[in-house]
């Protein structure tokens, strides 16, 4: 008897001790986040946005990067379910194959946002809201700045303007609709063709790769170049550079990101324009999960607003940027 009334008050103890956190601790929002990976400057940038505003607006985040496997965001979203998270947030490496995943996600009725990235279902439910650019928009903008840069019009005006592009990762939105955007603006231009296409990932290391089977393969004939991202125009630099080429100058490069490495590119006559794709999604992503749970009506979509640099604004731009 005397042992059972000396258990029940440590209970107590324990209980007064820890009670009012382990309250708190059960008030607290669980964000379960699937990363694509950290492919580029964009992507880490990105990471850390996420991670600053969930510590800020004090929301436990469980957060997983998937190192660009599709395979590794399925497991993450799995096991976000099975812990029984609130909100599942996810940036999808590529567009399509997430209908059994998101099913999943529904029948345990755990919200999904989708951020950056969209996704391709037949059935709209299965994501509440959508937060990232318009990235066809951004390919619009990119060949809108091209056509109208000075030199070119020269080129155009004698000949014919060679195009090599970088595209981002396979089957991914990004990737898809950067070229999508492109071309819809180029095809009024007929001086203007894409003489080589090919996948660089999104990374430096396969920027600077495809770029140079480009060279090797066309070499001087190559007046543009079109980088679905600016770590893979920085990659391309090197290997025009290594090539004996004058990055920005023989060959004109526009790139998307506008992150800062873009910048000092452009600072350093390397790169002629950046059309900017903000990642800094956190604080908005943590507003539109802390409604989501208080049960409130969220946008199906929000676009991110966004600039286009060119060489000129660099210098007086670069103290600003913030990623
Ligand atoms: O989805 C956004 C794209 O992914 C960024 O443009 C690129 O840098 C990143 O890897």
Redesign the pocket.
Known sequence: MKRVLFNVASAVLLLLAFGPGLALAKDKIVLGFSQ?GA?????TA?TQSIKDAAAKEGITLKFSDAQQKQENQIKAIRSFIAQRVDVIAF?PVVETGWEPVLREAKRAGIPVVLT??SVSVKDESLWVSFL??D?VEEGRRAAKWLVDYAPVKELAAKGEVNIVELQ??VG???AIDRKKGFEEILKNQPKFKIIRSQTGD?TRAKGKEVMEAFLKAEGKKINVLYA????MAIGAIQAIEEAGLKPGKDIVIVS??A?KGAFEAMIAGKLNCSVE?S?LLGPQLMSIVKDVVAGKPVPRRIVTEEGVFPQETAAKEFPNRKY
Do not use: K
């Open positions: 694509v492919e580029s400057e964009w992507r990105n940036s950056d990235r990232g650019s990235f981002g990762t991914s939105a990004p999104f679905h991202n600016d770590d998307i990101d992150v794709c990642p």
